[in-house]
């Protein structure tokens, strides 16, 4: 019974990252279609396109909070389905608009990125090792 225990936690623990990681990708694409969208510079001169960029805006901000709502009700504590979601989203949207809009990055923003993964670790890890901590208290 441990055994089964065990892995249907990983399981949800797992489905809790997926779905934090898609609300973070997926905020980071209506941001990118928003930008496309309503932005002067990036305007799309074809009506059909704008209506495209238009619906995959919409779609994916209620991806997003479809994805984030899963991640947050099945995850085992808020702040780790709120961290990966943040970064998720920080880190594509940092490299999408490197790529798509030619936005420019400073070595202090990309030195940045790995910090903030390391931070999200650091701090989904120290919840573990304190509830860990607090069962073994109980016992």
Same mark, same amino acid.
């Given at each position: 019974?441990s055994?089964?225990k065990s892995i249907?936690c ?7 990252f ?12 209506s941001? +990118?279609s ?12 074809n ?22 709502t899963?991640?947050?009700s +099945?995850?085992?504590?808020?702040v780790?389905?709120?961290l ?6 920080f880190?594509?949207?940092g490299?999408a608009?490197?790529?798509l809009?030619?936005?420019i ?10 910090? +903030? ?5 650091? +701090? ?9 901590e ?6």
């Amino acid at each position: 019974i441990s055994s089964t225990k065990s892995i249907y936690c990983l399981f949800f623990v797992v489905m809790s990252f997926i779905y934090a990681s898609l609300a973070g990708v997926s905020a980071s694409l209506s941001s +990118i279609s928003g930008k496309l969208v309503f932005s002067e510079d990036f305007r799309p001169v074809n009506q059909f396109l704008v209506a495209g960029c238009l619906l995959s805006f919409v779609l994916a901000y209620i991806s997003m909070w479809y994805c984030h709502t899963k991640a947050l009700s +099945i995850s085992s504590n808020t702040v780790t389905a709120l961290l990966v979601n943040t970064s998720c989203n920080f880190i594509v949207t940092g490299i999408a608009g490197s790529i798509l809009f030619n936005e420019i990055h400073s070595l202090l923003w990309w030195s940045g990125l790995p910090l +903030i993964l390391l931070g999200c670790s650091l +701090i989904m890890s120290d919840g573990k090792n304190r509830a860990g901590e607090a069962k073994t208290k109980s016992e």
